[in-house]
């Protein structure tokens, strides 16, 4: 079973974070664990919109799994050759268990990052970290430039 801590990146962070996302997983690997790494959350990350992630999980994800059960912020999907996933959310992150094949976790992503391209993951136990959405560099350089135009 895979786990991650799935979070959503302000906007105005976004630039700051690229090329230093190692120092963001160390932060976000003790999150909840100590009151400080809480407030640091809660400055680098957007609180998570309940409605963007039922659309993201409801709508995108939902699609290709046969059962889907949902209760009080927490969801299971099932498919019958992938496995499942069980969702559940907190104010800053998507706490995601995915039993079963690569692709479920693969899934998740696409239909996250389909709703928005900040969402950062981190995965308990193997050191990964990263993007959910390929970040386009020069996109954010010239929306930057044009600020200070």
């Known amino acids: 079973m895979r786990s991650y801590g799935i979070y ?3 906007e105005m962070y976004q630039p700051f974070v690229i090329g230093r996302e190692r120092l963001l997983y160390d ?3 003790e999150d909840g664990q100590q009151d400080d790494c809480m407030r640091e959350v809660d400055y680098l990350c957007d609180r998570l919109e309940e409605e963007l992630i039922n659309e993201a999980i409801l709508t995108n994800l939902g699609k290709g799994f046969t059962s889907i059960e ?5 969801y299971k999907l099932t498919h019958p050759v992938k496995g499942s996933i069980l969702i559940s959310r907190s104010s800053y992150s998507l706490n995601v268990f995915c039993d079963g094949s690569r692709m479920l976790d693969l899934d998740l992503f696409v239909a996250l990052s389909g709703s928005d391209d900040r969402f950062f993951a981190v995965m308990d136990g193997y050191g990964e970290w990263g993007w959910l959405k390929p970040v ?3 996109d954010l350089r010239l ?3 044009n600020v200070f135009l």
């Open 27 to 29: 932060l976000l690997k």
């Open 136 to 138: 386009k560099y020069t």
């Open 8 to 10: 959503k990146v302000k």
């Open 143 to 145: 929306r930057q430039e």
């Open 70 to 74: 949902c209760r009080e912020g927490e």
